[in-house]
């Protein structure tokens, strides 16, 4: 019987406890479909000691929410994860490089366009005036490199003062205005291969798009030039991914850039497949020689 483990959140963080339970669910379902054995387990158990996963299959990650919260612990996870061989997908390399966003930065001089980006390893006041007369941008978002869930993100207007501003390195951005209009535009990618695609509009008055925040998620058909920037990201990264969310916007130009490349613990949003997670079960039995 082949045995699966899904790491979860820390169960001292108690911000996801009402929704994980049901993302695990869907999950489980998918994945016992393939004659599996699902255990859940907080990856908070496996930090120092990896020796309680080495009997599973395959480990995914894909509800580790609330990593960005403990960054230093994640990090060591991943190193223990590494030297201690454990079949994780993503990777832990990936799980390790893709917990900051500067690897957007890497992404860009690769060829892939970003919003443009200034960062920072401490905030200040200057430095968002600076951006402000630099730019001439309206709006600017600011948030940290480790984040997730819009985490300590603000959206700043021209002399509006810099308050809970992100600790420790940050990233300055233009405030893409078709995040209100057009919402962004989540690609889900298992083994490689489209599987299907769901817009995210925030709720009037605010520019998260969260469903936490109120999100309204849509199935959509990605049009062609979406579809070829997604394509584009996933060559632009090295290892081999069984599964990827990329998520894009419109610039004020009208192109697509792309906002995230999700590869460590993204929503698959299964419940807008119209497979039902079937591309994800066919991914996982690949990666596990089926």
Same mark, same amino acid.
């Given at each position: 019987?082949?045995?699966?483990?899904?790491?979860?959140?820390?169960?001292?963080?108690?911000?996801?406890?009402?929704?994980?339970?049901?993302?695990?669910?869907?999950?489980?379902?998918?994945?016992?479909?393939?004659?599996?054995?699902?255990?859940?387990?907080?990856?908070?158990?496996?930090?120092?000691?990896?020796?309680?996963?080495?009997?599973?299959?395959?480990?995914?990650?894909?509800?580790?929410?609330?990593?960005?919260?403990?960054?230093?612990?994640?990090?060591?996870?991943?190193?223990?994860?590494?030297?201690?061989?454990?079949?994780?997908?993503?990777?832990?390399?990936?799980?390790?490089?893709?917990?900051?966003?500067?690897?957007?930065?890497?992404?860009?001089?690769?060829?892939?366009?970003?919003?443009?980006?200034?960062?920072?390893?401490?905030?200040?006041?200057?430095?968002?005036?600076?951006?402000?007369?630099?730019?001439?941008?309206?709006?600017?978002?600011?948030?940290?490199?480790?984040?997730?869930?819009?985490?300590?993100?603000?959206?700043?207007?021209?002399?509006?003062?810099?308050?809970?501003?992100?600790?420790?390195?940050?990233?300055?951005?233009?405030?893409?205005?078709?995040?209100?209009?057009?919402?962004?535009?989540?690609?889900?990618?298992?083994?490689?291969?489209?599987?299907?695609?769901?817009?995210?509009?925030?709720?009037?008055?605010?520019?998260?798009? +969260?469903? +936490?925040?109120?999100?309204?998620?849509?199935?959509?058909?990605?049009?062609?030039?979406?579809?070829?920037?997604?394509?584009?990201?996933?060559?632009?990264?090295?290892?081999?991914?069984?599964? /990827?969310?990329?998520?894009?916007?419109?610039?004020? /130009?009208?192109?697509?850039?792309?906002?995230?490349?999700?590869?460590?613990?993204?929503?698959?949003?299964?419940?807008?497949?119209?497979?039902?997670?079937?591309?994800?079960?066919?991914?996982?039995?690949?990666?596990?020689?089926?």
């Amino acid at each position: 019987m082949i045995q699966i483990a899904v790491l979860t959140p820390d169960p001292t963080d108690k911000s996801y406890i009402g929704r994980w339970p049901e993302v695990l669910t869907r999950l489980t379902a998918t994945l016992e479909g393939t004659g599996a054995t699902v255990t859940a387990t907080p990856w908070t158990d496996h930090i120092e000691d990896a020796s309680a996963l080495a009997a599973y299959d395959l480990i995914l990650p894909v509800i580790a929410w609330g990593y960005h919260r403990d960054h230093a612990r994640w990090l060591k996870a991943c190193v223990t994860w590494t030297e201690a061989g454990l079949p994780v997908a993503n990777s832990a390399s990936v799980l390790g490089w893709n917990s900051n966003k500067t690897y957007l930065a890497r992404l860009a001089d690769k060829g892939v366009p970003i919003p443009p980006t200034r960062w920072s390893e401490a905030i200040t006041q200057d430095q968002v005036d600076v951006a402000f007369a630099e730019t001439g941008a309206p709006v600017l978002i600011v948030k940290p490199t480790v984040s997730a869930g819009a985490f300590r993100t603000l959206r700043l207007t021209p002399g509006q003062a810099l308050t809970d501003a992100p600790k420790g390195p940050a990233m300055i951005q233009p405030y893409l205005k078709s995040i209100e209009t057009d919402g962004e535009t989540s690609l889900l990618f298992f083994g490689g291969r489209f599987s299907h695609a769901v817009n995210k509009r925030p709720v009037p008055g605010d520019f998260r798009i +969260q469903v +936490q925040f109120g999100g309204l998620y849509t199935a959509v058909t990605p049009d062609a030039a979406a579809m070829a920037l997604a394509e584009r990201v996933l060559a632009a990264i090295d290892d081999p991914l069984l599964y /990827a969310r990329i998520d894009l916007a419109r610039d004020d /130009a009208g192109r697509w850039v792309l906002m995230e490349a999700e590869l460590i613990e993204p929503d698959f949003y299964l419940d807008h497949d119209p497979a039902d997670g079937a591309g994800f079960a066919r991914a996982v039995c690949e990666r596990l020689g089926g």
